[in-house]
């Protein structure tokens, strides 16, 4: 059972018009990653960010990128994007025919290589691409839209992705991104994921302000994993 949790708020759930004031805020409270979703409309119905997004945060932090791209054939992209090398960048398996060139792509741009895998997407599709990976992202909804609620055969899946990762003795970090609510993390961390993408679910949930949210899944997350904190 991995031990690692790493919080990653979806900057596309945040208030943008104050971007950088929110995210000297996410700093302070100790946030690990900032996800970034791109969607280009083919891949996924909707849009969402795009490539001047990337630059304008690395000037605004330091903290590392979490980048999914929700877009097709990603590989021919990858180099619109000024990357950083702690970034992580991640593709989808269905998005194109060539996981293997795309995770490549990024590793040569000196970041992160991440694959995503849709709910319907068997895990054997990371198989032979294991050793290209330094994350690997199970979507536990369908991508495209914030709000939607869990697919629930997903957390199968999330621990059965957690015994390949072991079993293969593989150090890429297990991610999950889709409905990660307060009660879905704490099941999560149960099943063994490592990075825990936050939306409106959780940290942009209505109510509580952002500290309070922030400590409430931190907490979660870690009793999931059997911890006192
Ligand atoms: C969905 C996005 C997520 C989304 C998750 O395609 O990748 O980042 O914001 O947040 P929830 O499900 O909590 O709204
Ligand atoms: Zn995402």
Not at 19 to 25: D, F, G, K, P, T
Not at 93 to 103: D, G
Not at 196 to 216: H, I, M, P, R, W
Request: net charge negative; proline share 4%; aromatic share 6%.
């Amino acid at each position: 059972m991995s031990k690692a949790a790493y919080l990653s708020p979806s900057l596309a759930c945040c208030p943008l018009e104050r971007l950088e004031a929110h995210v000297r805020e996410l700093e302070q409270l100790g946030a690990d990653l900032l996800h970034v979703d791109i969607m280009d409309g083919d891949f996924v119905a909707n849009y969402c960010l795009g490539t001047e997004f990337v630059p304008l945060l690395h000037r605004i932090t330091r903290l590392p990128l979490d980048i999914h791209l929700m877009v097709q054939r990603p590989e021919q992209k990858i180099a619109y994007f000024a990357l950083a090398p702690r970034d992580f960048v991640t593709v989808h398996a269905e998005s194109t025919p060539h996981v293997h060139k795309a995770l490549a792509a990024i590793r040569a741009q000196g970041a992160r290589a991440g694959l995503a895998l849709n709910p319907a997407t068997p895990l054997e599709a990371c198989r032979w691409v294991l050793d290209d990976l330094d994350l690997l992202l199970i979507m536990t909804i369908n991508p495209g839209f914030a709000g939607q609620k869990l697919v629930a055969q997903t957390l199968e899946k999330l621990r059965s992705a957690r015994e390949m990762l072991d079993a293969a003795g593989s150090a890429a970090l297990l991610a999950v991104d889709g409905n990660v609510s307060f009660e879905n993390a704490k099941t999560m961390s149960q099943c063994g994921a490592d990075v825990f993408v936050a939306g409106t679910s959780s940290l942009y949930a209505k109510g509580n302000d952002l500290a309070q949210n922030y400590e409430k899944l931190r907490r979660a997350i870690v009793e999931g994993k059997g911890g006192a904190k």
